[in-house]
């Protein structure tokens, strides 16, 4: 018997979550049963489309159970098996994170070939977020020749692959992130302008010294002023891929929406939400494209980490207080 | 030598436009020039979208100039020709609305045959306003069997059109409109819900009850209050056409977005503004498809007509308030 803590929903958070709402918790763990094998957790992702989770109404995944482990991205490897398909040592990606060990059947894990990446890159930029970028900027954004692009959330775990796609391919591109050390980030990606929101008075004005002519893409994280920033500097046809909303979600009462909306018509814009898991057949061309930007040096990547299990909310909550450079994640062992 | 009258831009209006923003000008007329022709206006047209001519601001159509005659579409009748293309008593169409004559190059004119509809009609559901409903619903809203759709403006020359094609292909139609008379013509024209929303408290619960299981597409008329509505009854993957916005169109102080806006990323929506000079390729295939549409009956049109050039300005005035039972005319002769 072996004895794992998994962190568990305390109660539902109002606005910003805090440490109060989170609970961590020491379960038995049994030797796995037939077609079960045991897992440890080797890292574990925070996103912040889990803090829509964290409330109780209908979305487009459903909410986490109060009393119950959260969940999430986890990669982990197989300590003990009681079903063929999986040996200790295996390494496997799961939606079993927020623990540091589990018990569960093989068909809710997912074997994972590294290709000599470390296997976190595959909760980062070869995983959702990466896939993520991919989609929105390629797929819902239609990316072409000539376009200039602007990302917010730039260097987050997938604006900061979006940056990289679209500078693989030639674009000039445009990131917004809070505080120097993330704008520093930024130009080493090889950003062309890359805007320091925290220290802009006005944000559109800066758009526009960075884009004289305007945008042509817009892949939102952010929402709020930047999405108002991104109407102002569009061009005509210019599209928005809408990935996320950060600076709403923690809010109590929705602020209102961009007072220049109605330029969307005038310029014939095109805005555009999106969900990964909507769009799963892009995986494998996305997994073959990566690995030869990757390869050639044109996609690289950050992690802030956290470690230990005791931490996660920690990182959570720092997602929203723009606390990551790339990818959060949380080392579990 | 003729004496004609114009509308001139007087002064440029601040919010809601008023009478001294125009001036009514006689002006002498001299036979028409080589390559020339004199046209008798019949019809013209105002509608939502001069509004935006009236500022001084860049925009897919330019400003219209102070001191200069207004424009916009007109149906006349040839009455002295100085070219061989054209003779007396042709019928023609043009952007030269606002005065009661005119010369002009044949360039500036297109004949028109009216395949056995009224002129005016040219003006409406077989012109330019029935074109937009074409194409917002077709093309940029890619109506798809069994779609929910929703109307805002569904009593104007463009919605009325809007929810008969979307009747014709045998959809469930809801379209909001402000006043009984309008709710009235709605249901005339098949409309499933008629909702009024000057009568409505709250305009999503009343869109709610009328779509129980949500919408596909929304053609907006309105913006405001009733793109926020479609936001919240939006189904997974809706698509809203943004034909216009005129709730926003007077505003000195551009009022707030829709406050769940942030929907569009869950629900995958795709917010799409269009130009219908944009889509003029779809010309052909709309006067083909709106031929068999009227005489099989499916669509029928309503018009609000003010008689004479100097009713001109209460005629624009009056879109802005409602006043307009399908498509809003002035009958010049």
Partial sequence: MTVAREIRLKSRPSGMPTHDNFELVSVDLPEPGPGQVQVRNLWMTVDPYMRGRMNDVKSYVPPFALGEAMQGGAVGEVVASNDPSLKPGDLVQSMLGWRDAFNAPVGALQKLD???????????????????????????????????????????????VVCQIAKAKGHTVIGSAGGPEKVAFLKDIGVDHAIDYKAEPDLTAA????????????????????????????????????CGMISMYNANELPPGPKNLMLVVGKQLRIQGFIVSSHADMQAEFQRELAGWVREGKITWKETVFEGLE?????????????NLGKMLVKLA
């Fill in 114 to 160: 590294t290709h000599g990446l470390p296997p976190q890159a595959f909760l980062g930029v070869a995983g959702m977020p990466g896939l993520t970028a991919y989609v929105g900027l390629l797929r819902i954004a239609s990316l072409k020749d000539g376009d200039v692009v602007f990302v917010s959330g730039a260097a987050g775990a997938v604006g900061s």
């Fill in 207 to 242: 758009l526009m010294r960075a884009a004289p002519d305007g945008i042509d893409v817009y892949f939102d994280n952010v929402g709020g002023e930047h999405l108002e920033a991104a109407l102002t500097a569009a061009r005509p046809f210019a599209r928005f891929a809408e």
């Fill in 311 to 323: 931490r996660a909310p920690d990182a959570f909550l720092g997602l929203f207080k723009g606390e």
